[in-house]
């Protein structure tokens, strides 16, 4: 009888290449986090993950354009689904203890109490809040009132 070569099981070279998906993934996650951290919000080049991470620009490339189309990925989501519950009940325990703000998430979550509403309005990308108007002088309050108030409706009190 002569050696011959096993064939390879069902199934194995897919594991391979998740097992190189998932090392390829690490390196270029763990990239992109260091550069942000060390240049601030601005996300690195193409040509700056494949430094760090000593992989091809076109490898680089083509994982981050088809990242959430494979299957390793989709696996990924997935256990991060299994593990809501698990938050859900770590959450509701520190409630149980006594922390209001657990206790807060919990229900808000839960939908039994409704989120904070953020006393903020967004005018072409600039976000205005309670400090920002707070800072403002009579005069520009006056002028902001003048502008905004002929397209609201100011309800009518019944006293």
């Known amino acids: 009888m002569e050696n011959q070569p096993i064939a390879p099981i069902e199934g ?14 690490k390196k270029i ?10 240049f601030g ?32 990925y989709k ?5 991060f ?3 809501e519950s698990e938050v859900l009940l770590q959450i509701c325990h520190s409630a149980m203890k006594g922390s209001y703000k657990s206790a807060r998430l919990y229900l ?12 903020n309005i967004q005018i072409n990308g600039m976000v205005i809040n309670q400090q920002i108007i707070q800072n403002l002088s ?3 309050l006056r002028k902001i009132e ?14």
């Open 108 to 119: 808000e979550l839960r939908g039994k109490l409704q989120p904070k509403a953020a006393n």
């Open 75 to 79: 696996q990924r989501g997935e256990m």
């Open 138 to 140: 009579p005069e520009q």
């Open 41 to 72: 919000s601005l996300p690195p080049t193409i040509t700056e993950i494949s430094k760090a991470t000593g992989l091809s620009r076109q490898t680089v490339y083509q994982h981050l354009k088809n990242c959430a189309t494979h299957p390793a």
């Open 29 to 38: 996650i763990t990239a992109i986090n260091k550069a942000m951290e060390y």
């Open 12 to 25: 194995a070279q897919d594991e391979e290449r998740n097992i190189t998906w998932e090392t390829n993934h």
């Open 146 to 159: 003048e502008i905004i108030k002929p397209v609201v409706q100011i309800p009518q009190s019944n006293g």
């Open 81 to 83: 689904e299994a593990m």
